[in-house]
């Protein structure tokens, strides 16, 4: 939620930084000032180009350590305003609980996983809200670095993600096409290399011909099976519980700041 989230926004802002600043410079923070080559890698869908000129300048501004401190200040304001007093009831303390015990079993499994090593380097919040919010941002980025290497051992760069996610359907190609700031003549490139590798149909929407949608689901399956461990380690009760417990924060967090996909 910090990545849609108007008190994220609104820190980066103070801060100097655009909301395209806010974001690369937030979520790169915990690898410290990097070139922007590496947020490049690490965040894999993104037109190169606009990675470069959103960090350009970025750390002359700030540094990681401020941005980190307003990225969390935010999530904390963010959480307080949107979940009210659920922030301090035993249920929300025992999900944090349940899912920091999670994240803590693969804090050391950081080989070919930079953007996770990177966060599981910083140290835990005490407040369960915070908890909460940190434990499940090392889980997203341990999956997302396993959704990277998937994608690479397919065969498929940034931009084809992005054509392979707008065939699955759900989110216009053209949101993600502009979201991730790709120029049409690249977009439509991209569209023709995945026709001609027999990925994409014909059709004028990016969809999967039926041997591309079967190399989309298996490297969906490698991903969740490189994404298990923390899962798997806590056990099917612990998993069970947490399903049970996060559901209406979830829900109330889905709908505040991100209504559209509530809606789905």
């Known amino acids: 939620m910090i990545y ?30 990097v070139p922007p080559e590496l947020v ?21 501004k700030t ?10 200040s935010a999530a904390d ?3 307080r305003g949107a979940l009210g007093d659920a922030v301090h009831s035993p249920e929300l303390a025992r999900v944090a609980e349940l899912l920091r015990s ?8 950081v080989v070919g996983r930079p953007l996770f090593a990177a966060h599981a380097a910083l140290h835990w919040p005490s407040e369960p809200h915070l908890v909460l919010w940190h434990a499940q941002t090392l889980l997203r980025e341990y999956r997302g670095d396993a959704h990277i290497a998937a994608l690479l051992t397919a065969g498929l760069g940034g931009l084809d993600s992005l ?41 004028a929407e990016p969809t999967f011909t039926p041997d591309g949608k079967t190399r989309r689901d298996e490297l969906e399956s490698a991903t969740d099976r490189n994404s298990l461990a923390p899962y798997a380690r806590i056990g099917d009760e612990a998993c069970a519980e947490i399903r049970t417990l996060i559901a209406p924060f979830a829900q109330t967090l ?7 996909a509530a809606k789905r």
């Open 4 to 33: 849609f989230a108007p008190e994220a926004m609104a820190a980066y802002a103070e801060l100097g930084l655009s909301s395209e600043q806010g974001y690369f410079a937030s979520r790169s923070a915990a690898m410290g000032v």
């Open 40 to 60: 490049v890698a690490t965040f894999f869908n993104f037109s190169p180009r606009f990675v470069h000129a959103s960090l350009d300048g970025v750390w002359s």
């Open 63 to 72: 540094d990681p350590a401020t941005v980190l401190a307003a990225r969390s």
């Open 77 to 79: 304001k963010a959480l």
């Open 102 to 109: 999670a994240a803590e079993t693969i804090t050391g499994d």
């Open 163 to 203: 054509l392979t996610h707008a065939a699955v359907g759900g989110i216009r190609a053209e949101v993600l096409r502009k979201t991730r700031s790709w120029p049409e003549t690249e977009w439509q490139q991209g569209i023709e290399s995945l026709r001609d590798r027999g990925w994409l149909t014909a059709d």
């Open 254 to 260: 889905t709908t505040t700041f991100m209504p559209w």
